[in-house]
Nanobody, 125 residues
Framework: EVQLLESGGGSVQAGGSLRLSCGYS???????MGWFRQAPGKEREEVAV????????KYAKSVRGRFTISQDNAKNTVYLNMNSLKFEDTGMYYC???????????????????WGQGTQVTVSS
């Protein structure tokens, strides 16, 4: 069974940093792993995505230059390093994974089949 487990959330002041971790089952062949977030009353939005095979990354415009997604194969973990945090970064952060190939395009949010339980990030202004 595919399992994703997020950790690393917490409370931080604006301008601070956090690193989120997403541990995943070993011996899996994900093609894409992504981080999403959901603020109260808002839809879940894509934050950063990693194409596992090619190492390509994609970021939401709002986090570009501040957040970095990376992977450590030896530890079966995907990270989201978040710097210069802003109040609007507050939300529940979810890790998601997909095994599928989409013909050269990035998967949409609804095409990720596997999700973690989430970890809360709260940024105070």
């Amino acid at each position: 069974e595919v399992q994703l487990l997020e950790s690393g959330g917490g409370s931080v002041q604006a301008g601070g940093s956090l690193r989120l971790s997403c541990g995943y089952s070993h011996n899996t062949n994900y093609r894409f792993m992504g981080w999403f977030r959901q603020a109260p009353g808002k839809e879940r939005e894509e934050v950063a995505v990693l194409n596992i095979g090619g190492g390509f990354t994609k970021y939401a415009k709002s986090v570009r230059g501040r957040f970095t997604i990376s992977q450590d194969n030896a530890k079966n973990t995907v990270y989201l390093n978040m710097n210069s945090l802003k109040f609007e970064d507050t939300g529940m952060y979810y890790c998601a994974a997909s095994f599928d190939w989409y013909g050269g395009r990035w998967p949409t949010r609804d095409e990720y089949k596997y999700w973690g339980q989430g970890t809360q990030v709260t940024v105070s202004s």
